[in-house]
């Protein structure tokens, strides 16, 4: 707790850091993955391309996908640009799977009944199939934040400041204060994430809170 005290400052700053490299590529994977979900649940031929390809992406290790973020995007080693992509790409291969599922999901005899009452293709999409997909689209997210989250603290090997760089500090010095501080810090941050995507599951979803208090 003295260390933490001393070193508030710092330890918040890179929680904010830490907060913002696996928060941002969350929502920008979840923009990209819900048409590339819909995609593979629209053209069948695609639907195995599609997930298997985005889910090679987790199969790179997360170390060598960072160093070669500069040599893809021409910016520097220690340019938090590189964090951001690359931790899209994996947020990628965990939704892309998760919104064509959830998707898949809706029960068919619903579809038709919004085509029923004259609903076209993209008016359907968006007030019938994404919301009936919400549930599951939102455990994938779940999994998706915690990944990222952990993930992330790769990049202080790299020298990108964040939770990760009080793991090498206090490896370097052999003094577990930071270590501790920083995997508390993670487990947190973790966790906060995971209420705040829940809580936007119930207010995206507010039938199923209904259904459960009848």
């Not at 990209?32 to 819909?38: E, K, N, T």
């Not at 009452?117 to 199939?129: C, D, I, K, Q």
């Not at 090498?168 to 994430?193: E, H, K, M, N, Q």
Request: proline letters at 6%.
């Amino acid at each position: 707790m003295s260390w933490l005290t001393a070193h508030l400052g710092e330890v918040a700053a890179l929680t904010g850091t830490h907060a913002w490299l696996s928060g941002v590529p969350l929502l920008i994977g979840l923009l990209l993955s819900v048409p590339l979900g819909w995609l593979a649940v629209r053209v069948p031929a695609l639907r195995g391309p599609l997930i298997a390809g985005s889910g090679l992406l987790y199969t790179i290790p997360s170390l060598a996908l960072f160093i070669l973020m500069p040599l893809v995007l021409g910016t520097r080693i220690l340019d938090p640009l590189n964090v951001v992509v690359a931790m899209t790409l994996y947020t990628l291969a965990l939704l892309v799977r998760t919104v064509a599922d959830g998707l898949s999901a809706v029960p068919g005899d619903v579809l038709s009944a919004a085509t029923a009452m004259g609903l076209g293709p993209l008016r359907r999409f968006a007030t019938v199939e994404l919301p009936l997909a919400v549930p599951v689209i939102v455990a994938g997210l779940r999994v998706a934040a915690v990944s990222n989250v952990s993930v992330v603290s790769v990049a202080a090997v790299i020298g990108v400041a964040q939770l990760g760089s009080l793991f090498t500090d206090g490896f370097a010095r052999s003094f577990t204060d930071p270590i501790w501080v920083g995997l508390i810090a993670c487990v947190l941050l973790a966790l906060a994430y995971d209420a705040l995507i829940r809580l936007a599951g119930r207010l995206a979803t507010p039938w199923l809170s209904a259904g459960r208090r009848a």
